[in-house]
């Protein structure tokens, strides 16, 4: 049974920084494609951040450009999601998700197989 786990999350004032960690266990973490999504009350979960099953690859949506980085640890089976310069826009439920099959790298919820359960990130003014 695959298990994420996600932590990090805080209530931070704009321009601050946090640093969340998916914790992955019970599965090949290495095969896995892994990403960052985020999802506010009544709207759909949105893609943040994913990165290959090497590393070797990042994507991010266009308004975290610069300001984001994501980065996987295979040895230590984690995923790291480095966010500065946080803005108000930026509060979300933070969700790491794993997927397993796909040759490419998804930014499409719905093609994630395994989700955590989420961290909260608030972000004041």
């Known amino acids: 049974q695959v298990q994420l786990v996600e932590s990090g999350g805080g209530l931070v004032q704009a321009g601050d920084s946090l640093r969340l960690t998916c914790a992955v266990s019970?599965?090949?973490?290495?095969?896995?494609?892994m990403g960052w999504f985020r999802q506010t009350p009544g709207k759909e979960r949105e893609f943040v951040a994913a990165?290959?099953?090497?590393?070797?690859?990042?994507y991010y949506r266009d308004s975290v450009k610069g300001r984001f980085t994501i980065a996987r640890d295979n040895a230590q089976n984690t995923v790291v999601l480095q966010m500065n310069s946080l803005k108000p826009e930026d509060t979300a439920v933070y969700y790491c998700?794993?997927?397993?099959?796909?040759?490419?790298?998804?930014?499409?919820?719905?093609?994630?197989?395994?989700w955590g359960q989420g961290t909260q990130v608030t972000v004041s003014s």
């Open positions: 998700g794993a997927e397993r099959l796909l040759a490419r790298v998804s930014t499409t919820s719905r093609e994630y197989d395994y």
């Open positions: 019970g599965g090949t973490f290495s095969s896995y494609v």
């Open positions: 990165i290959s099953r090497s590393g070797g690859s990042t």
